[in-house]
C-alpha cells in the first residue's frame, strides 16, 4: 500500500491499442507471482490496485473475459489482439490486477517480486496479507 504522495500516474494497455488505461500506484510495484493454474499457462504476474486507483481510457467494447471454478476472479483480455493487461483477481475484488509489461509508459522504477500460493489458494489469501494491496 502506497500513501497518496508516493503515488504516479501508469499508462498501459493491450498490444493492438485498442485497450488502455491509466493507473495511479507507487513507482516500484510490489509483482504477485501466483502457482495457480491459470496464471501457470498465462504467466500471470501482476500488481494490485484498488479500484478507485484504475481508469479505463477505452475500450470498453472489445473486452472480453473469462472466468472458472468459482467465477470471482474475471480474466479480461482484448478480443482484437487477445493481450490480459489488467483482470479482477479472486484475492483481490475490491481491486485489478495490473501487468507490469503492459505498462507503455517507463514510470516502473522497480519491481519486488513475491511467489503466492494459488495452488492452496485458501491457506495462502489469508497468510499472504494480499488482501491489503487493494485497500485505499
Same mark, same amino acid.
Given at each position: 500500500? =502506497? &500513501?497518496?504522495?508516493?503515488?504516479?500516474?501508469?499508462?498501459?494497455?493491450?498490444?493492438?491499442?485498442?485497450? @488502455?488505461?491509466?493507473?495511479? =500506484?507507487?513507482?516500484?510495484?510490489?509483482?504477485?507471482? /501466483?502457482? /495457480?493454474? %491459470?496464471?501457470?499457462?498465462?504467466?500471470?504476474?501482476?500488481?494490485?490496485?484498488?479500484?478507485?486507483?484504475?481508469?479505463?481510457?477505452?475500450? =470498453?467494447?472489445?473486452?472480453?473475459? #473469462?472466468?472458472? !471454478?468459482?467465477?470471482? =476472479?474475471?480474466?479480461?483480455?482484448?478480443? %482484437?489482439?487477445?493481450?490480459?493487461?489488467? #483482470?479482477?483477481?479472486? &484475492?483481490? @475484488?475490491?481491486?485489478?490486477?495490473?501487468?507490469?509489461?503492459?505498462?507503455?509508459? !517507463?514510470?516502473?522504477?522497480?519491481?519486488?517480486?513475491?511467489? #503466492?500460493?494459488?495452488?492452496?489458494?485458501?491457506? &495462502?489469501?489469508?497468510?499472504?496479507?494480499?488482501?491489503? #494491496?487493494?485497500?485505499?
Amino acid at each position: 500500500m =502506497a &500513501s497518496e504522495q508516493n503515488l504516479v500516474k501508469h499508462l498501459g494497455g493491450c498490444h493492438c491499442g485498442t485497450v @488502455q488505461y491509466e493507473v495511479m =500506484a507507487p513507482s516500484k510495484v510490489m509483482i504477485f507471482d /501466483c502457482n /495457480c493454474s %491459470i496464471c501457470t499457462k498465462k504467466q500471470n504476474k501482476h500488481f494490485i490496485v484498488p479500484q478507485s486507483r484504475f481508469k479505463l481510457l477505452k475500450g =470498453a467494447d472489445s473486452i472480453t473475459t #473469462y472466468t472458472f !471454478n468459482t467465477h470471482k =476472479a474475471k480474466h479480461t483480455f482484448c478480443k %482484437i489482439c487477445g493481450v490480459q493487461s489488467f #483482470y479482477q483477481p479472486r &484475492s483481490n @475484488q475490491d481491486g485489478y490486477g495490473i501487468m507490469p509489461h503492459c505498462i507503455d509508459s !517507463n514510470t516502473i522504477t522497480g519491481m519486488e517480486r513475491t511467489q #503466492y500460493d494459488g495452488q492452496n489458494w485458501e491457506k &495462502s489469501l489469508e497468510a499472504s496479507g494480499i488482501s491489503k #494491496y487493494s485497500k485505499e
